[in-house]
């Protein structure tokens, strides 16, 4: 028998995606443990945990069986920081079963795998992400925290190509983060910056995981 690769899993469900452009679509979210940040404003810090071990068989299996109650047509691995694990034959898998792919990371690690959608956040302080996701990411996720300036949101606007959308995301629909979010939309069009909008979580909105 083949060996099974191993991964470290927080956690799998069905929901909504609640956040970026992909909001409101059924989702399966496969959450892997661990983290290679430990951003202070982290709302999953649940997952920096070790995670239960499941074979990619074991995962796939528990996938299918949402799927069946929940049909998806999308998968979406997040975290923690989903790309510190070797994904590649989860992905292949997936793939294989018909999934959509959607990758959630922080961009500070790239692995090529056959996603169909990169959403990602680059955190502070330094905001560094891998530069392959200048054309890769399909979306730029920036969350308001209370240091964020308008300076980062100029300079993520010259490095990514204007399709790709800079979404100000308030820290959990905090008022605070909304009103600092509508600030710096106001800057950015003063400023001629296109592409810039406001986003939120729906996912709270509705109460959903
Ligand atoms: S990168 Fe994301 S998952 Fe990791 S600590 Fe920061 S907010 Fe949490």
């Given at each position: 028998m083949p060996q099974q690769h191993i991964l470290k899993i927080a956690e799998i469900f069905p929901s909504?995606?609640?956040?970026?452009?992909?909001?409101g679509e059924a989702t399966l979210f496969i959450r892997l443990a661990g983290c290679n940040l430990e951003c202070?404003?982290?709302?999953?810090?649940?997952?920096?945990k070790e995670g239960r071990k499941l074979s990619t068989a074991q995962v796939l299996e528990k996938v299918n069986k949402l799927r069946y109650h929940f049909p998806s047509q999308w998968v979406c691995l997040t975290g923690?920081?989903?790309?510190?694990?070797?994904l590649a034959d989860l992905a292949k898998r997936l793939k294989k079963e018909g999934f959509k792919i959607q990758v959630e990371t922080n961009g500070t690690l790239y692995l090529p795998l056959p996603v169909d959608w990169y959403s990602i956040s680059p955190k502070p302080d330094k905001y560094f992400y891998r530069p392959e996701y200048r054309e890769k990411a399909k979306e730029v996720k920036v969350i308001l925290t209370?240091?964020?300036?308008?300076e980062l949101i100029k300079r993520l606007r010259e490095e990514?190509?204007?399709?790709?959308p800079l979404l100000l995301q308030p820290q959990s629909n905090r008022k605070w983060s909304i009103i600092l979010g509508t600030k710096l939309l106001r800057q950015a069009l003063k400023a001629g910056l296109k592409n810039i909008r406001l986003s939120g979580q729906l996912h709270k909105v509705y109460g959903l995981r």
């Open positions: 909504i995606q609640g956040e970026g452009l992909r909001q202070s404003f982290c709302d999953t810090k649940y997952a920096w923690g920081e989903p790309l510190l694990q070797d209370k240091n964020l300036d308008f990514f190509p204007e399709r790709t």
